[in-house]
């Protein structure tokens, strides 16, 4: 989970593109277990050292990973995630070209998602009590825009609430991927009285 302290606002098309990179993602996750070097990042994901250290070193170039020199031996370097509230810009703020790397990255998630939701189903008979961890809730709200984005706030406080430091995470505790999205239902059309109220032209 991100620091809600350290909020960073990409605009830089070259890290929303290396963001956007399939990659990434798994190396995200990789790192989110711990301080990683590009042979072990390597042999996780069944790539090349050098382009796991090539990866690692663009991420470090956005601040998106860092060095860690306490475990580094010789020539031999470790990385770790950077917590960070990473903000994008706005749809409306966008240029095409950020609306078009956006759109991958996001298509790219969605099907890491799925492909996550694939796995949860197949394993799901093997994983005891945590079988029933899938909480699931469709629903609508009617708000503006502004009141759309103090929900979506006050849900990004909740996930910091229960991302606490290690020593404060019960032991039983295990990592549950959230997601968050809302998608504005299309209107439905005007009735023939309403049409007839509206003031003419």
Do not use: C
Request: no cysteine; charged share 35%; net charge negative.
């Amino acid at each position: 989970m991100n620091d809600p302290s350290r909020r960073q606002e990409i605009t830089d098309i070259a890290a929303l593109k290396l963001l956007a990179h399939p990659l990434r993602h798994r190396i995200e996750q990789e790192l989110r277990r711990g301080p990683v070097n590009s042979t072990t990042l390597a042999r996780a994901l069944g790539v090349s050292t050098g382009l796991a250290s090539y990866h690692l070193r663009e991420l470090a170039k956005h601040g998106f990973v860092e060095e860690v020199p306490e475990l580094a031996h010789g020539r031999e370097r470790w990385w770790r995630h950077v917590p960070m509230d990473r903000r994008f810009p706005r749809w409306s703020e966008q240029s095409p070209e950020m609306r078009a790397v956006f759109d991958e990255m996001n298509r790219g998630f969605f099907l890491s998602d799925l492909e996550e939701l694939n796995r949860f189903e197949r394993e799901r008979g093997e994983l005891g009590a945590w079988a029933d961890a899938f909480p699931f809730s469709r629903g609508s709200i009617r708000v503006n825009l502004d009141e759309l984005l103090e929900f979506f706030e006050a849900y990004i406080a909740l996930l910091y609430r229960y991302n606490r430091p290690e020593e404060d995470t019960p032991s039983d505790a295990r990592t549950v991927l959230t997601r968050f999205f809302a998608i504005p239902a299309s209107e439905p059309p005007a009735t023939e009285e309403e049409r007839r109220d509206e003031p003419g032209d």
